[in-house]
């Protein structure tokens, strides 16, 4: 008997190190806020789910492999604050396991692409306060911090090279073709590059189609004088939804002003020209962000999109039928990160 006692004991030891070097974290955000506004006719009020960020609750773990090498995953899963319902239709936000060196991370599974992270925005891509959000909002586009952005039977690299982040993905499902399932393969490449008060962030992205390839390219770059930070991005998209003619484009600036320690006012103008409807929409945004702890942000905000006729831009939807109408929203909400 004292002879196991000591062999699993012996056995404990040597196996210590190996759980140690393996961890699991959890991860979210939960943010939601009170909307008041009106599309035309259409008067609105409502608490919803994700002002600034999507609510989201997420597990990542790495295992040190050795010799330099992880292993690595994630699994996060967008959550509807206001209902408690699970987001996008029970699909994950992203999922996927990969290897990591001191060259980068190669990954496989549901993964974002380029477009989801590398806009530069002086709202954060917020789905009710950024100007550019609101104005690609339902076109198809993959450079939107929406599902669109989020790619299914993906191989994606994530590489960082002083101040130089790298993104490439291939998806081999991204559209999911019934009719051509040989030809609905997706692409991207992303570069982001950080020096200081600077930032240039380049995005190229195509979803292929027997028919017609959807390509989407954008530029941006944003500057922090201390006093103000200013940015400015231009979005370009051919055959949205593989579509001949259904052309986009889209151009944002903005500025986010430091107030106290805590607080930043932003503003922010965008505008989209509509080829496959020749019309134009217009919208502009004023936020204020209250940083009440390093965790937990509280904001208030006003958009308001101005639509040509055959439009129904806005965070508000639109009477059945009637377009050209203008979309004004006012939220107030707080957001949680853990």
Avoid: C
């Amino acid at each position: 008997m004292q002879k196991k006692l000591i062999a699993l004991a012996v056995a404990g030891l040597v196996s210590a190190p190996a759980f140690a070097q393996s961890n699991v974290t959890i991860y979210g955000v939960a943010d939601a806020y009170m909307a008041f506004g009106d599309h035309g006719a259409n008067d609105y009020s409502a608490v919803n789910s994700g002002g600034l960020s999507g609510s989201r609750i997420g597990f990542r773990g790495t295992e040190d492999l050795g010799n330099g090498l992880k292993g690595v995953f994630t699994y996060e899963q967008g959550i509807a604050i206001d209902d408690a319902a699970t987001g996008m239709g029970g699909a994950a936000r992203q999922a996927f396991v990969g290897l990591s060196s001191g060259f980068g991370t190669v990954s496989l599974g549901r993964q974002y692409a380029p477009g989801f992270d590398h806009i530069v925005d002086a709202f954060g891509n917020s789905a009710i306060l950024s100007p550019a959000a609101i104005l690609v909002s339902g076109e198809g586009s993959t450079i939107d911090a929406g599902s669109g952005a989020r790619w299914n039977n993906s191989v994606a690299y994530n590489g960082s090279f002083s101040g130089l982040g790298v993104r490439a993905i291939y998806s081999m499902d991204a559209v999911e073709q019934a009719a051509n399932p040989s030809d609905d393969d997706a692409y991207g490449l992303g570069l982001n590059y950080m020096n200081g008060p600077l930032r240039v962030a380049a995005i190229y992205q195509v979803v292929q189609d027997n028919a017609e390839d959807q390509k989407e390219w954008s530029l941006g770059a944003s500057y922090n004088f201390g006093v103000a930070t200013l940015t400015a991005h231009y979005q370009d998209a051919k055959s949205l939804g593989n579509a001949a003619g259904d052309d986009l484009d889209l151009w944002q600036v903005g500025v986010m002003v430091p107030v106290g320690a805590a607080g930043t006012v932003h503003l922010g103008y965008g505008q989209a020209d509509y080829d496959l409807v020749n019309a134009e929409a217009k919208s502009y945004s004023i936020a204020y962000t209250h940083a009440l702890s390093k965790r937990t942000t509280a904001y208030v905000g006003y958009n308001q999109t101005d639509n040509d006729n055959g439009l129904t831009k806005g965070v508000v939807g639109a009477s059945a039928g009637v377009t050209g109408d203008k979309a004004n929203v006012f939220a107030v909400g707080m957001r949680h990160t853990f």
